[in-house]
């Protein structure tokens, strides 16, 4: 079992940074494939980026390609995403996932992601 609490959403302006945490708890931590949605009003959970067990392999969408890093601090059972050059569409609820225990490799796919945080929000001004 794994259980993920989201941090550090808040409001920034366009062209600023923020950087989201995902604390979990659980045994298995170091064995879990983790990933970051975000979901807008009115839209479906979309994929944001995706990170192996091992952080030696990770995975962006299109439109936060360059933008966004996603990383993990296995000692600490935390994943990161370092949000920079934030564009207004970038608002959403953003969500922490994480894959059951020693499935390594990321997915795309929502349906693939076991466990989920709460969400923390990302407001983005114009």
């Known amino acids: 079992q794994v259980q993920l609490v989201e941090s550090g959403g808040g409001l920034v302006q366009a062209g600023g940074s923020l950087r989201l945490s995902c604390a979990a708890s659980g045994r298995t931590f170091n064995s879990n494939a983790m990933g970051w949605f975000c979901q807008a009003p009115g839209k479906e959970r979309v994929f944001v980026a995706g990170i192996n067990w091992s952080g030696g392999s990770t995975a962006y969408a299109d439109s936060v390609k360059g933008r966004f890093t996603i990383s993990r601090d296995n000692a600490r059972n935390t994943v990161y995403l370092q949000m920079n050059s934030l564009k207004p569409e970038d608002t959403a609820i953003y969500y922490c996932?994480?894959?059951?225990?020693?499935?390594?490799?990321?997915?795309?796919?929502?349906?693939?992601?076991?466990?989920w945080g709460q969400g923390t929000q990302v407001t983005v001004s114009s």
């Open positions: 996932a994480a894959r059951r225990a020693y499935v390594r490799n990321w997915s795309r796919g929502a349906n693939d992601y076991d466990y």
